[in-house]
Antibody, heavy 123, light 111 residues
Framework: QVQLQESGPGLVKPSQTLSLTCTVSGGSISSGDYYWGWIRQHPGKGLEWIGYIFDSGSTYYNPSLKSRVTISVNTSKNHFSLKLSSVTAADTAVYYC???????????????WGQGILVTVSS | QSALTQPASVSGSPGQSITISCTGTSSDVGGYDFVSWYQQHPGKAPKLIIYEVSNRPSGVSNRFSGSKSGNTASLSISGLQAEDEADYYCSSYTSSSTLLLFGTGTKVTVL
């Protein structure tokens, strides 16, 4: 079955760019049936959707983060990536990647999820 | 609307049934059948347990069921077990530019 795994630095300095990659195994990111998304969870808090990408490269971002977020896809490596610029301590969170189910092109559900990666923003 | 509203906590004894509510508006929960529910154990990633209001993914116990009435969706857990102790989040598509909303989360405690 499809599995996702996040990777990247666990510590980022303030004002720098957070960069994470999500590698998909057990299935092709180019299946055309799903979006591929990022979600984060601040320590002890709820879930916040960041954005998603389709295998064609089309993206949609949460308006609250849109100015700082870039999601890209590499179909040859079967992975997709997240970049979040100008980070502050408020961006410290566990970052998850997930496959996004759709219905008539609208995002619907997240499954499966990666195990998550804690990214701390600190000097 | 930045988040769907859930009760902070719900508790029950083993074998009992509990229900978690998820309240939104006609622009999200009430307007679309795109409500999903996630179970999250401490230190673990969320797991999809209900999608499109009432559908269970393969492998999810039939003790979990979902429904919707108006602007409120509900997750019911029957025959409560110790392993059900976790945080539960709802999610819904929204017609606003946000596109997706998560609930505030509910901590389920098995007494």
């Amino acid at each position: 079955q499809v599995q996702l795994q996040e990777s990247g630095p666990g510590l980022v300095k303030p004002s720098q760019t957070l960069s994470l990659t999500c590698t998909v195994s057990g299935g092709s990111i180019s299946s055309g049936d799903y979006y591929w998304g990022w979600i984060r969870q601040h320590p002890g808090k709820g879930l916040e959707w960041i954005g998603y990408i389709f295998d064609s490269g089309s993206t949609y971002y949460n308006p609250s983060l849109k100015s700082r977020v870039t999601i890209s896809v590499n179909t040859s490596k079967n992975h997709f990536s997240l970049k979040l610029s100008s980070v502050t301590a408020a961006d410290t969170a566990v970052y998850y990647c997930a496959r996004v189910g759709t219905q008539i092109g609208d995002p619907n559900w997240f499954d499966p999820w990666g195990q998550g990666i804690l990214v701390t923003v600190s000097s | 609307q930045s988040a769907l509203t859930q009760p902070a906590s719900v508790s029950g004894s083993p074998g009992q049934s509990i229900t978690i509510s998820c309240t939104g508006t006609s622009s999200d929960v009430g307007g679309y059948d795109f409500v999903s529910w996630y179970q999250q154990h401490p230190g673990k990633a969320p797991k999809l347990i209900i999608y499109e209001v009432s559908n269970r993914p393969s492998g999810v116990s039939n003790r979990f069921s979902g429904s919707k009435s108006g602007n409120t969706a509900s997750l019911s857990i029957s025959g409560l077990q110790a392993e059900d102790e976790a945080d539960y989040y709802c999610s819904s598509y929204t017609s606003s530019s946000t596109l997706l909303l998560f609930g505030t989360g509910t901590k389920v405690t098995v007494l």
